[in-house]
């Protein structure tokens, strides 16, 4: 690394550190709950990012083909070259949605009737609009939407309308972005999609007619929706793997920002300290696109001010061709640990064999440090507290408002003081392992898992590798340094560049027909579907 790349990693680090202890402060004196003016004077610190550009990409003959197979990259091209219309685009998911969302159940409420309209309007504008104009989006139900239901899949907030939008969705919709609807999800954000009660609604795209594949954590919706050509692209939210799981068990690339990158005002909280939005897409290209979009400082949460200028992401996620060679845009150290190849492991060897042969690739052999089971592991529950906090209302008034997910937020409430406090000095001494010791020695690190960068606030990208014997996709996670969602992203563009996983669709679901008692087929499959006990309920809980 140069010197400057060096003294900016350097400042990184230090604006990460003191960014994380006052995450973890705000969320103990309530400065986390604090009304938007609390943050307004320091607003001004970090510059608004500047727009993103369309890059002017190659588009494929299936996306010209069928407006629902292009990425979000490739349609937007197709509408900046008068080839597609906004409201053929939308229309067309729609039909999709009516055709096969009773077999995915990956929309908890669909807008189709505003969502063409605003297409009509995208289309009477022309490119007077932003990157995203036009494009259809599913938005998880845990974000606010003006006049539109926000349940969070809860019987907590079965009756909530919000009255305005999440800083992400209007972020979105500014840049010209069209709501399709809410994407389906786990109850309050704690497990895979599902009832209040537990029933599983949300399948994996993949897999449709199987309701016990996993699907991914939480996003389950959203991931489904793009999976399944019910959406162009998405946004989630994770808190305990919640965006690059999904994104890896349906073919997705999955990127979770560095804690602050993208406002979670207008959220329904998890936990202040790991909520992280961000988006679900099908190439390194749309997770640019969506980020650079959803990124930058908002006065209503405090998490996102005084933070390093977001880098170009569009630049990054362009591959870059020499002597008809693609190469990594900068030398990148990628440490592999010793566990990488425990498991799909000959997915995972040839996924080394291709990476390593990216010029400007060079793979490091990393080691964990002794206490790193128990510091990722036991230490980890330190977030059932934080969680359960909020909601202590409810659980006083109505436990059986929490459904299946009751147990987990009484674990939150049997975890005593002194224990969140040890815990909160593990995380930091995490921290310094992870900073000081396992990425000591590499730029980005090959995870076995979504912790402990989420558990830190570390950015992480999931793609696409391979699939494994049964035909599930099968996928990577590549964790970063501080504010450094660039090189991640120049990583998994290269590695898409000279592959060809990211851009294989799921076949489409038998098409539903009507039986003799009028509920289709798919309706009567999903009425089979199984149902998760409290105590699974609780042990894949986020």
């Not at 009832?195 to 993949?206: D, H, L, R, S």
């Not at 406002?263 to 961000?278: E, K, M, N, Q």
């Not at 002597?323 to 592999?336: E, M």
């Amino acid at each position: 690394m140069s010197d400057s790349g060096g003294n900016r990693r350097a400042l990184n680090r230090r604006v990460f550190l003191a960014g994380s202890a006052a995450a973890s402060a705000a969320a103990v004196s309530g400065i986390a709950l604090a009304p938007p003016a609390a943050a307004a004077p320091v607003a001004s610190r970090t510059p608004p990012p500047t727009p993103p550009h369309l890059p002017d990409i190659d588009v494929r003959d299936a996306a010209r083909r069928d407006p629902t197979e292009a990425t979000l990259a490739e349609a937007a091209v197709l509408m900046g070259r008068r080839k597609l219309k906004a409201t053929t685009l939308v229309e067309a998911y729609l039909d999709r949605i009516a055709t096969y969302d009773s077999t995915y159940q990956a929309y908890s409420e669909v807008t189709g009737k505003s969502a063409l309209a605003a297409a009509r309007a995208a289309d009477r504008l022309g490119g007077r609009r932003g990157v995203l104009r036009g494009i259809p989006l599913c938005i998880k139900d845990n974000y606010f939407t003006r006049g539109v239901p926000t349940r969070c899949n809860s019987y907590i907030f079965e009756d909530f309308v919000p009255d305005y939008d999440a800083t992400a969705v209007a972020r979105l919709t500014a840049a010209g972005g069209i709501v399709l609807g809410k994407g389906q999800m786990g109850p309050l954000a704690t497990t895979r999609a599902t009832t209040p009660n537990g029933t599983v609604t949300t399948v994996n795209a993949w897999t449709p007619d199987n309701p016990a594949t996993d699907p991914g954590g939480s996003s389950t919706g959203p991931a489904t929706a793009v999976a399944g050509r019910l959406a162009a692209s998405s946004i989630g939210t994770q808190t305990g793997g919640s965006i690059v799981l999904p994104a890896n068990r349906q073919n997705l690339t999955g990127l979770k920002p560095t804690m602050g990158r993208v406002s979670a005002y207008g959220v329904i909280p998890l936990s202040y300290t790991r909520d992280h939005p961000g988006p679900l897409a099908r190439d390194a290209m749309d997770a640019a696109l969506m980020l650079a979009v959803l990124a930058g400082p908002d006065p209503h949460d405090p998490r996102t001010q005084g933070l390093p200028r977001l880098p170009d992401l569009v630049r990054a996620a362009t591959p870059v061709v020499s002597k008809g060679k693609v190469r990594l845009r900068r030398a990148t150290r990628i440490g592999v640990p010793a566990d990488f190849l425990n498991t799909a492991t000959e997915v995972r060897k040839a996924f080394l064999d291709r990476l390593s042969a990216i010029p400007g690739v060079t793979l490091v052999n990393v080691t964990y440090p002794d206490d790193w089971s128990l510091l990722t592991g036991s230490f980890n529950d330190a977030r059932l507290a934080e969680r359960t906090e909020p909601f202590r209302h409810w659980l006083r008034e109505d436990p059986a408002k929490f459904g299946v997910s009751l147990l987990s937020w009484l674990q939150g409430l049997m975890l005593s003081g002194d224990e969140w406090i040890t815990a909160q000095r593990a995380k930091n001494h995490l921290l310094r392992e992870v900073l000081d010791g396992v990425m000591a020695r590499c730029d980005v690190l090959l995870q076995t898992g979504p912790v402990p960068f989420d558990i830190l606030g570390l950015p992480e990208i999931a793609f696409p590798v391979g699939f494994t014997a049964g035909a599930v996709p099968a996928g990577v996670i590549l964790g970063g340094q501080p504010y450094e969602e660039d090189r991640l992203l120049e990583v998994a563009a290269a590695y898409q560049a000279v592959t060809d996983w990211h851009t294989r669709r799921p076949a489409n679901p038998a098409r539903t027909a009507a039986t003799a008692n009028g509920r289709s087929a798919a309706s009567a499959t999903a009425a089979g579907r199984p149902r998760l006990t409290a105590e699974q309920a609780a042990a894949s809980s986020a």
